[in-house]
């Protein structure tokens, strides 16, 4: 089976302009999060999918946007970048939910975005 | 906020068990011990979970306190490729998204 491909795996920006990342989830898998991980942190929740429908968020603002398509695969748009958007973005998926709870996310390697 | 406190870093001999400590004192009932790992410029690892039973996989063992304030995540030969950042997460099965502290920076060294 194959894992959480992201892409691209680094890009470079200017403030004020518009990214979009994109993430295919590992087979079999129906949900989906975004992680913005800054240096020398942990990775923050930024949303999750499942089912092409946001069903949770963290604290991010409006200008941090995705979708899930029907195939589970997605993507996170990011409007009016700033500076402090800088971080490497994750891409993590899991298959359904049971009473036991995740067995885990698999995540991807991610994406380095920099804002100059 | 994340729910645990963990130990900024530890060493580790190669060969040895590697033992990491985690503190989730706040935990309630209907909340699992998660534990991953993140090697530089990589995405988390998943590793291991529990709810209040000692767990044992092929990577690692996890130790949770019957109060279940805290647990250890135990690396029984910890080797070279062990070096990461192991993050310790509290989270309900009915919620899904992960909140990770700054973890414990484990460096196995020669």
Redesign the interface.
Known sequence: ETGVTQSPTHLIKTRGQQVTLRCSSQSGHNTVSWYQQALGQGPQFIFQYYREEENGRGNFPPRFSGLQFPNYSSELNVNALELDDSALYLCASTGSRDRGGYSGYTFGSGTRLTVV | D?KTTQPPSMDCAEGRAANLPCNHSTISGNE?V?W?RQIH??????II?G?KNNETNEMASLIITEDRKSSTLILPHATLRDTAVY?CIV?S???????????TRLQVFP
Do not use: E
């Open positions: 994340a699992y998660y991953y410029s990589q995405g988390p690892q998943y979970h709810l993050y989270r099965y009915n919620t899904d998204k992960l909140i990770f502290g700054t973890g």
